[in-house]
Every structure is written in C-alpha cells, then in structure tokens.
C-alpha cells in the first residue's frame, strides 16, 4: 500500500474512534508533527518517508483504542 493511502486510512480510523491526530501519536509515542510531514498536502508537496515500525505503532496504538472504547460501550450497555 502506497504512504499516502495509509496515512488516510490512520486518518480515518481515528476519526472513526473519535480521537485525534495528536492523541493517537502521543499514544503511539511519535511526535505530531512527524504525523503531518508524512502527509502530502498544498503546504508538503514532497512529504517524508514513514518508517514501517512508525507505522505499525500507530496501527497498535488505533488497536488499543478501539478496545478500548468497545469496552466502554460495553459497560454503558450492561449499566443501562
């Protein structure tokens, strides 16, 4: 899969968990900014190269999350 898919597909699944960008990173323990010098756009028209392990913290750290918050829901369901 091409960087820039992937990094839409992060995009999209924290949306999806409704976290942000910055959250997921510091969960992941990478910097925000890294984040968005990976993304092209109108400003970063020649974007940096994202490491696989980079990549692969965020996938976990979106992971945790969705646990998590499918626990959550869980517990809201069972205490109504």
Known sequence: MEQ??????????????RVSISFLCQRAGIHPTTFWKW???ARNTNPGGAS???LNKLYDALDQIAA???RR???KAVAA
Do not use: D, G
């Open 4 to 17: 820039q898919q992937i990094i839409r597909e992060i995009e999209h699944r924290a949306w999806e968990e």
């Open 39 to 41: 993304k092209k756009s």
């Open 52 to 54: 696989l392990t980079s």
């Open 68 to 70: 998590e918050n499918k």
């Open 73 to 75: 829901r869980t517990r």
